[in-house]
């Protein structure tokens, strides 16, 4: 069974009302929900990477998050830290986090994957041309699958040599990471061939601007509730490519999307008792 990442942003404008320890409190309390939801894996992160989003400075990120990853950790929750910088992927593992997601894959922080490597965590690598400022500049491809697949056969190799085992290594295609609507749709198209290189593949889509695009002429149409119906329809079809998790806001939704899924598949109702929650 697809395994559901929910995201736990703990920045500033995350949530409503400002002040670090409002905000630790907030993001633990809505992890929680998230988890009572069906999320398997929380996925904590202090630095906003949407597009034209600023930098952070990692003393402020991990002011942010280790108080959540720890919080988290303590109530046996299975934690990822969503970072770019290594310094705050040690400490957050330090803290209890079991994965390190890099949506840059390494390419940020040079010193990541070798920090990682000398933890015991895994690591989901990203697919990225560039920081979040000017990403969309770089979205120029040949043909967009194959060399998705070939930068991300490097980021493989740079892992591998900087010490990390292929077991502990997640592939993530970086869903609008540099890549514009009709890109991201023929990187989900052919998600199989991600799949098909071997080790486990994380996705992300929820509540990106391609799927507003998709679903109206102006995507400021597509409000929040439409935005997670598409994730969880995409959520879905990942699922049945073979993805190993989906990381989304909407957990529930997306949790009902795949159950509903797997019933297809198995030919009868995948029930509670056969499910994994
Ligand atoms: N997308 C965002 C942040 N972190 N991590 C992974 N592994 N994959 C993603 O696609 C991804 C990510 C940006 O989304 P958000 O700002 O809504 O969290």
Redesign the pocket.
Known sequence: MTLVMG?V?VTPDSFSDGGRYADADAAVAHALRLRAHGADIL?V?GE???PGAERVDPSIEQDRVLPVVRALTEASLVVSI?TMNASTAVAAVEAGARIV?D?SGGLADPGLLAAVAATDADI?I?HWRGHSTDMYARAEYGDVVDDVIAELRGRLEAAASAGIAPSRIIL?P????GKKGAQNWAVLRDLDRLVGLGPRV???????RFLAEALADDPADADEARRDLATAVTSALAAQAGVWAV?V?DVAGTRDALTVARSWQEGSRWTSSTRSH
Do not use: E
């Not at 970086?174 to 990471?177: K, Q, R, T, V």
């Not at 994380?202 to 990106?208: D, I």
């Open positions: 995201i942003n996925d992160g906003s990477t949407r969503d997601n949506v989901a990203g993530d970086g869903i609008g990471f994380l996705v992300g889509t929820s509540r990106k990381r806001h």
